[in-house]
């Protein structure tokens, strides 16, 4: 009996962050990326939840308001607002709060977009903290 085999799943930020070569890959996304972008940049930070099914890595239990009790991750969002182009992303478990490694990824993005302008950077209060 002929069973069809399921086509692997792979997310495209999931296999970045996990490879061995994501410094490479996440830089060649932004030189690609940084064609499209205005000179001067206002950047939005934002953060959600992403329920996951199995026992993906990182995954683990935290807030989850749509799938209460479920595995889920936290990933960190940083969008241009004038292109809407997301120009930086960075998976956390899903037991972390908004601000955790916070700065680590503002330092990141900033170093990613050195060729630009930086006008402001908008986020709301959930990002809070002393580091911050």
């Known amino acids: 009996m002929y069973r069809l085999q399921p086509k692997p799943y792979f997310h495209f930020n999931k296999l970045i ?9 996440r830089n060649l996304n932004v030189e690609i990326i940084a064609l499209q972008l205005p000179y001067s ?4 930070l934002d953060s959600t939840v992403e329920t996951v ?7 683990k239990v935290g807030y989850n308001s749509n799938k ?8 960190l969002l ?9 120009v ?3 998976l956390r478990p899903g037991n972390t709060s908004s601000s955790t490694d916070l700065l680590a990824f503002a330092r990141q993005t900033l170093e990613l977009l ?6 402001y950077t908008r986020f709301d ?4 903290g002393e580091d911050f």
Do not use: C, W
């Open 114 to 119: 050195h060729s630009h302008n930086l006008r």
């Open 68 to 75: 209460g009790g479920r595995k889920s991750l936290h990933p």
């Open 78 to 86: 940083m969008y241009e607002e004038q292109s809407r182009m997301l």
């Open 41 to 44: 940049l206002i950047l939005d």
């Open 17 to 25: 962050l996990a490879s061995p070569a994501a410094p490479a890959l």
């Open 88 to 90: 930086n992303v960075a």
């Open 53 to 59: 099914y199995g026992n993906q890595q990182g995954a």
């Open 125 to 128: 209060k959930s990002f809070g």
